[in-house]
């Protein structure tokens, strides 16, 4: 065979090998040197995308190959550059719009990121206090109402409308006093980690807590203790272990989560009084 011909045919192999490959690739994403662009080589010509490296330009690859796949390996029909550079241009476009609503930092952002702090926070002998939990049913009506408002837009009148929802939803005067007291704390993280301008703390801090006898909030009856005759009545119905809580409450006044927590290592039984002498420091509020 002459070296003519053998040019030939390494030519010809070379083009079924190329067109048998045709179609089992993806096309190539390729940096223009001379203008830093990216651009996608399929089918003999150039697809341009963005700024070589950035997210649109990766985008808009993905963006082709998926229109690429679809149409089954080969470029989808009708597609030329007119067409692709309006669908780069609604891409682009789209991601603009996505990329300022992630930037805005809103209620419920604030809101979780004081939440993972208290999970933290808030412990006492090393294990968290059911603190963030009570924290987190406070704040739902705050997010059903105001969640995607931006913090920077958050005002005095929308505390107003928080505690509102909370008098209409029948709350005691003394839990919504409470419930807003924890919102300002929620702010007051804010400013510290400097999501919440300083301003907006200083006017939250000007609303009053609602006062006895001059709101619409439903009133709490005094927690009475209970009857000796009613403790007694029911601890033959008890188990010895709570039993003992029981009557340890009702001679102590400890609440039950003291008793539910306090372990031997915390009574100083040397004497004829026992005492609690638990080290764990108070948690700080």
């Not at 010809?12 to 203008?35: D, N």
């Not at 809101?111 to 702090?117: G, K, T």
């Not at 007694?232 to 340890?248: E, G, H, I, K, R």
Request: hydrophobic share 40%; with cysteine.
């Amino acid at each position: 065979m002459g070296p003519l011909l053998s040019s030939k045919v390494w030519n010809l192999q070379r083009s079924v090998t190329v067109k048998s490959r045709a179609g089992t690739h993806l096309p190539t994403h390729r940096r223009h040197k001379t203008h830093n662009r990216g651009y996608i080589h399929c089918e003999g010509r150039q697809w341009w995308t963005a700024e070589w490296g950035s997210m649109a330009a990766n985008h808009l690859y993905d963006i082709f190959v998926s229109l690429w796949l679809q149409a089954g390996r080969r470029l989808p029909d009708g597609l030329n550059p007119k067409e692709w550079q309006a669908r780069k241009q609604a891409a682009l476009a789209n991601m603009d719009s996505e990329s300022e609503a992630q930037e805005i930092y809103r209620v419920s952002d604030l809101v979780a990121d004081f939440l993972q702090f208290a999970h933290v926070h808030y412990r006492k002998d090393g294990q968290s206090t059911r603190e963030a939990e009570n924290i987190t049913y406070m704040v739902r009506p705050l997010l059903e109402a105001l969640g995607d408002l931006p913090v920077d837009a958050f005002r005095l009148q929308d505390l107003v409308t928080y505690r509102d929802l909370l008098i209409e939803a029948g709350l005691a005067r003394s839990q919504i006093n409470k419930q807003v007291q924890v919102i300002r704390r929620i702010f007051k993280h804010g400013v510290f980690e400097g999501f919440v301008p300083a301003g907006i703390l200083e006017a939250l801090r000007t609303v009053r807590p609602l006062q006895k006898g001059r709101t619409k909030a439903r009133e709490t009856e005094p927690v009475r203790p209970v009857d000796e005759e009613a403790v007694f009545a029911v601890l033959p119905y008890l188990s010895q272990t709570v039993a003992a809580m029981v009557l340890l409450q009702w001679h102590t006044g400890m609440r039950p989560g003291e008793v539910v927590q306090m372990r031997g290592q915390d009574l100083d039984r040397s004497g004829p009084a026992w005492l609690r002498c638990s080290t764990s420091a108070p948690s700080a509020g």
